[in-house]
């Protein structure tokens, strides 16, 4: 800015000595407002929650405040939402009122919190958008200070403090990779003891059972949640706000499902809740459910929790191998599954073959001896790749998946996307949850989440890093041999790359792996991206902004700007097959369904285009078919014309 450094930083001390006197006036005149109150028994205050951008500035409030005020209530604002709430509730004169807006991402969870904090205590609640009528709001106040009228009187002739809860919720503890569970009674005993039933929540049926196949490889007692449906999705909806993200409403409901109709009275339920940090809800995923059992009084119920801030490390670098194997293998078999639906002669024939060789590897899983799984992976891949075919999968035009990673892969929450677009002749290629296993680890490589290691441990980390990537060629290069998947390992820099442009990796969550997978799947290996995530998600709405712009040719060719294969495929067009979803659960109203009409002849029109310059292209021919659909050379020479190398 042109100044020295020595400016800089008296410019910087005076500031600072401003904001501190701020914020001690600030507390004076608070704490005078509050002794003042304390003088006059019978006058109440209202508090102010909210976030300071919509709940203190004019133009967004609706002038609540001044509605309050001018009934002669005294109003406090404060930011500091949680902690504030707790003194509300004891003080006596104190009441609150949540100023929100429609579909506040943070504000979510923090309403809930609120609420259960203020119990019994009246509290006024205001979600605000752009429909909300100013009478309205006149109405709902003033029945709100009427209950605060009301409240006051009858507290005066009887105690409302309920009684203090003597209830304790069982507990999970991970100490060396050593998993144990503290029941309600005090009892610390082994997450694998017989007692103790591990329950994994659905997100996708190959991927949840797959994850379980590991864990009862470490000798737990795991149950495989089959996938959600229309009364999983009530159960979550009668025990949420509704204003959290779908995947929390579903996970809600699986849990409270299975406690009323499976567990066992002798029974110790822990909930297998992965987490995360970073601008997404999912970090208080766990945090709602304990809250959950603690609220309900259920006995016997913990939630055990693996965080991606170390790469999921919690229980020991063999059992994260295993884990990756089984990941990676769910990943290539659903998008199997996926060609078989849309291209197989006789479909139920071969989902039925499928499911039988899904059953076979899986038990491998569960065996966890990479040597015995390479076996299985190869008989499977020969079986499958006999199945009869309409056409060649190559002919086959894909859709690519994208977007928020539990909607992607749940049946319900994406509308049976992959079965509905299988009947239009598309196989749906859903961005694989390695992705994000891989994208962990980036972070940790990069120092963009708090993750302290020991020299041995860093040492651990390096090596598990290279494991995973031989692993991962192996098992793609045998299911290859189904000539249904590409072959490309996974290049999470290169993803991160595409999306730099849009979105600074310093802001970490599955936003740039979003854009950064669209960018790089469309035109190459598929005619169309359909980014989907839950109803109000922050980092999905981020990515489909972003999308709308960046989804055109010059975007595409940012991201491979000598492929001259592609630079025919895509001359002459500017907007490329792009379609964002938000899911609710609900069946997909008509306009989306219109959209995803138009969406799919925008596809075959590209996926014409793609197979038309790559047949004038000699090196998509022979092994150059490998590189775009990975299949070996073997299975490529079918297609190589005679005479041609």
Known sequence: MGFRRKTAWAAFEAALKRQTECLAEMKQIGETALKELEMNPDKTAVVIFARPYNGFVE???????????????????????????????????????????????????????????????????????????????????????????????????????????????????????????????????????????????????????????????????????????????????????????????????????????????????????????????????????????????IPNVATFALTSENSYLGLGNEFQLRLWNGIVISDVMEDIRSMLLANAQNTQAAITIFNNEMSLILDEIRKGKFSHIEIQLGKSAGRIRRIPMKRSPEEVPTIALVGEIFVRRDALSRGYLTERLAQKGFATMCSPIAEW????????????????????????????????????????????????????????????????????????????????????????????????????CMPNRLSEAILN?????????????NNESLQAILSGMEHLPFLAVESDGSPFPQLITAKLEAFCLQAERLNDRMRAVRKKDRFYFGAGLSRYYGVTNSYAAQFVPSGKS
């Open 59 to 297: 133009e967004a409030h609706m002038g609540i405040p001044h509605k309050l005020a001018s009934r002669g209530i005294l109003v406090i604002p404060c930011q500091r939402i949680l902690q504030a709430a707790r003194i509300v509730k004891r003080h006596p004169q104190l009441f609150g009122t949540f100023i929100t807006n429609f579909s506040c991402g943070p504000d979510s969870f923090i309403i809930g919190y609120f609420r259960e904090i203020m119990g019994r205590k009246p509290s006024l609640t205001l979600e605000l958008d752009s429909h909300t009528a100013d009478a309205g709001l006149e109405t709902r106040i003033e029945a709100f200070l009427d209950i605060i009228t009301a409240y006051r009187k009858l507290a005066s002739k009887k105690r409302l403090a309920g009684k203090e809860q003597t209830f304790l919720p069982a507990r999970t503890t991970l100490e060396n990779g050593m998993a144990r569970v503290i029941t309600s009674s005090g009892e610390s005993i082994p997450m694998t003891d017989p007692r103790v039933t591990l329950l994994v929540p659905s997100m996708g049926r190959i991927g949840t059972e797959a994850v379980a196949a590991v864990f009862r490889g470490k000798g737990f007692n795991v149950v495989a949640n089959p996938p959600s449906d229309e009364m999983v999705l009530k159960l979550g909806r009668a025990n949420t706000s509704c204003k959290e993200c779908l995947p929390l409403i579903l996970t809600t409901g699986i849990l409270l499902n299975y406690i009323q109709n499976k567990k066992r009275k002798d029974e110790i339920l822990v909930y297998f809740m992965p987490t995360s940090s970073g601008p997404c809800r999912f970090g208080q995923y766990h945090i709602f459910m304990e809250d959950l059992v603690k609220r309900l009084n």
């Open 549 to 561: 712009q960046a989804m055109v040719s010059e975007g595409k060719l940012a991201t491979d700007p």
């Open 437 to 536: 296993i891989l994208y962990s680890d980036y972070l940790v490589d990069k120092g963009l989440v708090d993750c302290r290691m020991t020299n041995m441990e860093k040492l651990a980390f390096i090596v598990r890093k290279k494991f995973m990537a031989r692993h991962e060629k192996r098992i793609k290069s045998i299911l290859s041999e189904t000539g249904m998947v590409h072959i490309a390992p996974l290049d999470v820099k290169a993803i991160v790359n595409n999306g730099f442009p849009y979105i600074s990796p310093n802001l970490t969550g599955e936003a740039i792996l979003t854009v950064g997978s669209s960018l790089a799947e469309i035109a190459s290996h598929a005619c169309g991206v359909i980014a989907i995530g839950p109803f109000g």
